[in-house]
């Protein structure tokens, strides 16, 4: 029997609240913090580990975190959303991305059919279909092969396909599974669709139209903006363009595609890279095998967070901490900081899934809630990041929790040794050093040349960023802010805070306002 | 007499705490609202304007701002700052870099020579050195013109440099100004370099090596790394490479470099966009003329910045405001938010400009601060941002002050009319509505489709983003930043928090470490 309570309604939160503080730079000096790095870890799928040596937590802290763990029952609310609960009660609406990369429990039907069986028919299409473009047997109206594939979507239909071809990009390069480029047009600003357009060659590009609901107003204008350029170049545009979207909505059965992929109701934005949403696009670019092997290293990972031991849920035991870094020790945003410059834009994408998730006031049943939910997330890779920001992460007034991503080996395999090193040797030397210069400080007479240290962090280590290991990334996120959205009880997937602005947007655009909104219409020329 | 005191030390700072705050909600309501929108608004340089309609401010709070910027004498502190004073105390240095773009006050002499002089200078000389490339006169060894310009640089040779570029490159393209592609390395990790020596014809790129010191890790081993990549090509190096860097760092005089421009050590990094490190770059990519009317830009902003009077100051106007919510309010975050495209990486820049300026415990003479000083900043371009943090920025636990840009016109004026509006004008209109959506609020019964309002933002609003403008944009957030870390009384020109991760990173690649570094260095196999 589940039972939905706010967090500060929880024993065992009140319990954490009164455990006693870790003094970080003190537990990771000397040979006790060799020994915290060596037992902190959590094993991840795809060869990763997560690390917390550098968190503020001891046996005592994460005794109680344990507690919270069970009395939050997290391991049952997971159940009961595979097994197709209506866990997302604001849309009333099942919660199914996992079930995008694999079985995790029962059978779900619905719509009338069995879940698992449509979304693996969904990404067979999509394989077929990716082949025969590959093989030129699916061609540009001249019979030529394309040669780009543009995707068109905002927000999770951008944010989330975007990073993880980008992540992927040079590594397809190097192990020979690079179909084609892609690029990703987004924003209304019309800039930003004819800035796309000029880089192309669209007599050789196929565009993918992604729109669960058919009606995003962005995606449609970028549509139209697409359509128009290939008219003007005298091609025809449902020869070029094919449609990611829901079964029901407008796009599902037009002509003006060459085909149409889809998704549901139960895959929510933020979290269908691994749908046809993602699907699509970097099955045309890498080819479906990679596709397949993203999805493998997600599906492996979703496996860990069934265990109800935390020291063996990597993504729990991340929730569990946060949390208590959030509402108990009072940080109100966190850093994303990968060692890896294929991971670029994976920032701005955790950005969206973890505060489009969590950032709510109200719990699941509408009420406001007595606490802090969801924290501002940001974030660049390192080593970047050290000659920008984190001069206030090592000396500001606030302390900011920080998440460390790095790998052993670079993608690419090109490097340079100076002064007896590699360049991979260097970006690990660096967030090796960062985690400790963070948490132990250093002490000096000058105050301005003082780290006062005891700032946390954790890190999360690979072989290698591949597509396996990609998959396995992004699901211990996607499922760490699920387990964070149970703990606050929040509904974690819907986004009733976007409306207003469409509302009001649409006022402006047909004229019909007032007051202020009158007046910033006029000063914007609309 | 300027007398350099902490915040919570100043009269007037004691009754701004007193200050009744205002209701955002009520007072951006009906008509009011409409005089706020037009009233509250400050005329800045090259047809921008900074409006704060949607501010927590009133008649009152206004006069405490008005008399906290006479006591903490912010007019008198820039002027000894453009003056020559040493401002930058921690490393006993001059700040200088409003003089790369006009003669604000005295004729200021340093080395020997007169500053501005100087700076004038190696403009020249850069803009001699970019006609000469664009009229073939410069060329590779094989007598070829050169078509692509890489920058190696990292943080503020990267970030700024880097965000220009991209902010004028359609602009360009579309006034016919545009000379060659611009590519930048960054990051240590080797994956950087190689993909984008993977994505250039390096036989006709010439490269900017940007260090002040000439002793940066990263840059100097990118520069490794694209040598090695000449050589491989069988390419002479030196007639592919030009060094950007102070006159006394070792690369000045090195036969390396076809040339060598000259910035000095009263240019921080992350204010080296107008002097050399931004010219050289964007004048091979643009033209020098175009890189002018950016310094003309900034030169007209900057002179906005000296005005007594705050209603007439956008920059000290902005940064009181900035300080009254970080400090009396207590928001820790602000969030950056330019419509435009064109400006997608403005906020990585803004971030480190205001993170590392002001992201310090201590004042200027090392003592501890007892109030709160630089908050985080984050953002990503609008309308993207709406499909992503949105949510938590309407509807989160935390209030996040917004900081909005936008434009009337776009750059490349390609554009489409959908329901009978452009997308431009979609653009404008998304972005009035977010401001009054944040401002306002809606009520509903649901709970969970309730917006409480009360979340300000202000925002600039300007014609098209061009050079001047985009100039003019830029010395705002720097003179900004620098009035803040008057009040703050902090030293804002330094960034002694980055020197430990160096120290410690050291320490790793030459195995001399123990305890928790040692372990970390094994797990990631230095």
């Known amino acids: 029997m589940i039972t939905w309570n706010n967090l500060d309604k929880l024993t065992s939160y009140q319990e954490l609240e009164k455990t006693e503080s870790v003094d970080l730079a003190a537990v990771m000096a000397g040979e006790n913090g060799a020994e915290r790095v060596k037992n902190y870890s959590v094993p991840m ?82 394989a077929e279909f990716a082949n ?16 780009t594939v543009v995707q068109i979507g905002i927000g999770g239909s951008d944010l989330g396909p975007r ?93 003006d595609y060459l085909a149409a992929f889809f998704m549901d109701d139960y895959i929510g934005g933020r979290f269908s890279s691994t749908s046809a949403v993602g699907g699509a696009v970097l099955s045309l670019a890498f080819g479906p095998e990679v596709f397949a092997q993203f999805l493998d290293g997600a599906a492996a990972e979703d496996k860990l967070s069934l265990n109800k031991n935390i020291k063996e849920n990597p993504e729990m035991l991340d929730a569990l901490i946060g949390v208590y870094e959030r509402n108990v020790l009072g940080y109100p945003s966190t850093a994303v900081l990968p060692y890896s410059q294929a991971l670029s834009r994976f920032p701005a994408h955790l950005q969206q899934l973890d505060m489009e998730s969590n950032g709510k006031s109200v719990n699941r049943f509408g009420e406001p809630v007595d606490y802090v939910t969801g924290p501002v997330i940001f974030g660049e890779p390192g080593t970047n990041g050290q000659h920008s920001f984190y001069q206030l992460l090592h000396q ?12 052993k080996n670079s993608q690419i395999g090109t490097d340079v040794v100076i002064q007896d090193s590699t360049s991979q040797q260097k970006l690990c030397a660096n967030v090796a050093a960062q985690i400790v210069a963070f948490a132990c400080g250093k002490e000096d007479e000058n105050r301005n040349k003082n780290f006062e240290g005891g700032r946390p962090s954790s890190i999360i280590i690979g072989e290698q960023l591949t597509p396996a290991s990609l998959g396995a990334l992004l699901a211990h996120f996607e499922n760490k802010i699920m387990f964070q959205g149970f703990l ?39």
Do not use: C
Not at 199 to 214: E, N, Q, R, Y
């Open 45 to 126: 799928a795809e060869g990763l580990a997560y690390n917390y040596a550098a968190k503020k937590v001891d046996d005592t802290v994460l005794a109680a975190l344990e507690k919270l763990a069970e009395e939050a029952q997290l391991t049952e609310k997971f159940e009961a959303l595979y097994n197709g609960e209506v866990v997302n009660t604001g849309e009333k609406r099942l919660v199914l991305h996992h079930m995008t990369r694999g079985q995790l429990g029962d059978a779900v039907e619905a719509d009338g059919v069995d879940k698992r069986t449509f979304y693996v028919e969904q990404q067979k299409k999509i």
């Open 132 to 147: 025969k473009v590959h093989a030129g047997e699916i061609t540009n109206g001249a019979g030529e092969k394309f040669t």
């Open 163 to 255: 990073a993880m071809y980008l992540a992927l990009e040079n590594w397809a390069k190097k192990n020979d599974t690079f179909k084609m480029e892609a690029k990703f047009i987004s924003n209304v600003d019309p800039d930003d669709a004819a800035a796309v357009l000029n880089s192309v060659d669209v007599a050789h590009s196929i565009f993918v139209l992604v729109s669960k609901s058919g009606t995003t107003l962005e995606t449609l204008t970028n549509e139209s903006f697409v359509k128009d350029a290939l008219k003007n170049a005298g091609l025809d545009a449902s020869k070029h363009m094919i449609a990611v979207t829901s079964e029901t909505s407008p796009l599902a059965k037009s002509d």
């Open 396 to 407: 500001g007034t606030d302390i900011v929790p920080l998440q460390f991503v790095g790998f």
């Open 488 to 526: 606050w009880n929040v509904n974690s997937f819907d986004q009733e805070g976007v409306q207003l602005g469409k509302v009001l947007a649409k006022r402006v655009l047909a004229h019909e306002t007032d007051g202020a909104l009158r007046v910033f219409s006029d000063l914007l020329n609309i």
